[in-house]
Structure formats: C-alpha cells, structure tokens
C-alpha cells in the first residue's frame, strides 16, 4: 500500500518491491501448509493437508510453490540490478529503471521460471508415502526419483534459489559500494559549492540505495546458514559412508530447523527493513496511516451526529 500511493508509485523499485511483498507473502504461506502437514505426518502419524489431493492437484501444486520460491529469490536480484544502474550508470535510460521497464521485466521473469520448473509437472505424482498408515504425499515418480532429486536439489535449491542470485547479489552490491565511497571521496576531495550541492541533491537516491541493499544482504544471510549445513551433509552423503552420513544428519537436524527459522525470516523481514532504513517510506507509512484514522475519525463523528439528531 505504501509503494503504491502518489509519492513512491512511479519509482521503477517500487514495482520490485510490490510483487516482492505478495511472493513473500505466498511463500509464507505455503511453508505453513507444509508446516502443519508434516506435524499431522510425523508427529500424530495422521493423513496431512494433502490428503485428498490426486496427482493432477500435486503437480499443481508442486509446481506454484517451487514457482513463487524462484520468484522471491530472483527479484531480489532484479532490485540489486536495479540499483546498479541507478548508481553506476545514472544517466543511461535503461528500461530497468522505468516503470514500464520494471513490470515487463517482472513478467518476463515469471514467464522463465515458470518454463524452469516445468520438469515437475511431468515427474511429481501422488504416491503412498506411509504404507503402514495409509498416508499419500506429492511425490517423484518410481521412474524419475534420481533425475527429480538431481534437479530439485542442484539445479532449484542450490543453483536458482542460492549460488546464482548470491553471485549476481554480491557482485552488483560490490559495483554499488564501490561507486558510492568514489563519489564520496570525489565530493570531499573538491571543495566548491557546486559540487556540495550536488552531492546533497543524491542524498535520497543514496538512502533508497541503503533500504535496497540491506534488502539484497538480507536475502544472502538468511539463507547462508542453510545452504551451508546442506552442502555438509550432501558431500558427507557422496564422500563418506551411509551411516555416517546418517549420523551426522541426526546431530545436525537442531540446527538444520534452527537455519530453516533463519531462512523464513528472508521473506517476514522486509517490511521492517523499509522501516528502519528508508525515511521516506516512513514519511509515506505514517502518511497512510494518518489519513486512515482521520476517515475513521470523520466517519465516527457524522455517525455521532445522526445518533444525535435522531435521539433529539
């Protein structure tokens, strides 16, 4: 609501941060779901939500989940892009940094994510996952469980979700900074007005730049922790002996779920990074948030009003 009033609508990020906000959201939402089916599975030993799916339902469903994941991760490495240019390039007219720019590039990343995962329609299926309890999950198929878990693991978890966007992150985070202190130490090197004016005059842009790249280190801290335990316990897997394998996992299984609670905090902390690191989205917010108790406030004196008029 606060990128979309008057004042922050027409900025190219506020678009990045809009369709950020709701695939956040729908991430968190379905890690719920996953949530409440696992402890219906392991803990109570109980059919979970996915019960009375069928496996057109599960490749769906599959599918958008791992769909809206990508989403998250890569659109934050659309805001670091983003910012690159503004800082690096701020006079080329780059199509990044237009608002018509920003929403084609949202939808022609959505269109490239959703041809990246379309292997899963064809392999999930719905299969008993607990015999002995009758329970049935979104599962790979017999035939495709190798390639599935090749996929799923390397190419979605570590290459899509993790190696490529902190790559990119950290490479257009790095040009940024580096651009900043250049122009920092060319504005204290330089004594005239004209440039004391000037330097001014990019204080906005650089607190916008402060909010996004908090957002884009956000994104890599959180889900360093995970990504590091998992590459443990996959070359222990490759390297080592089952058992051993087995073993170190049971060890590593607190701090595995401790590092998930650490991940899911990418997509609940947002908001609050706005909040603390960008002044004018908190002008806007308690804008938004004055001109709502000032309707409810006239709203409820009218009201009063007619009661008034009514009882006299």
Same mark, same amino acid.
């Given at each position: 609501m606060v990128m979309k009033t008057k004042a922050l609508r027409h900025k190219s990020y506020s678009h990045f941060l809009c369709a950020l906000a709701v695939f956040d959201t729908l991430s968190l939402i379905i890690r719920q779901i996953e949530s409440v089916d696992e402890y219906y599975v392991s803990h109570l030993a109980k059919p979970g939500v996915f019960q009375y799916f069928d496996s057109l339902s599960c490749k769906l469903y599959n599918y958008m989940a791992h769909v809206i994941t990508l989403m998250s991760s890569w659109l934050v490495v659309f805001m670091a892009l983003e910012r690159l240019i503004a800082v690096c390039f701020p006079f080329k007219n780059a199509a990044l940094r237009r608002q018509t720019g920003a929403l084609a590039a949202i939808c022609i990343l959505l269109v490239v994510i959703l041809i990246s995962q379309s292997f899963r329609f064809i392999m999930v299926e719905y299969l008993v996952y607990d015999l002995e309890y009758g329970i049935w999950d979104c599962l790979a198929g017999q035939n495709y469980i190798e390639l599935y878990t090749s996929l799923d693991v390397y190419f979605f978890q570590w290459a899509l979700v993790f190696v490529m966007p902190v790559v990119l992150i950290i490479i257009c985070n790095s040009m940024v900074i580096y651009q900043i202190f250049?122009?920092?130490?060319?504005?204290?090197?330089?004594?005239?007005?004209?440039?004391?004016?000037?330097s001014g005059g990019g204080g906005k842009k650089t607190r916008s730049t402060g909010m996004l790249l908090t957002v884009t280190f956000t994104y890599i801290l #959180?889900?360093?922790?995970?990504? #590091?335990?998992?590459?443990?316990?996959?070359? #222990?897997?490759?390297?080592?002996?089952?058992?051993?394998?087995?073993?170190?996992?049971?060890t590593l299984t607190p701090f595995i779920d401790m590092c998930v609670s650490i991940s899911l905090l990418n997509y609940a902390v947002n908001f609050f990074v706005y909040v603390l690191s960008g002044k004018r989205f908190r002008f806007e917010l308690q804008r938004l948030l004055r001109r709502r108790n000032n309707i409810r406030t006239r709203t409820f004196t009218a009201r009063s009003t007619r009661e008034e008029i009514l009882r006299l």
């Open positions: 250049k122009v920092k130490r060319e504005v204290h090197r330089t004594e005239r007005s004209m440039t004391r004016r000037q #959180t889900l360093l922790p995970l990504f #590091t335990l998992s590459l443990i316990v996959d070359l #222990t897997i490759k390297l080592g002996d089952v058992e051993t394998a087995r073993h170190l996992y049971l």
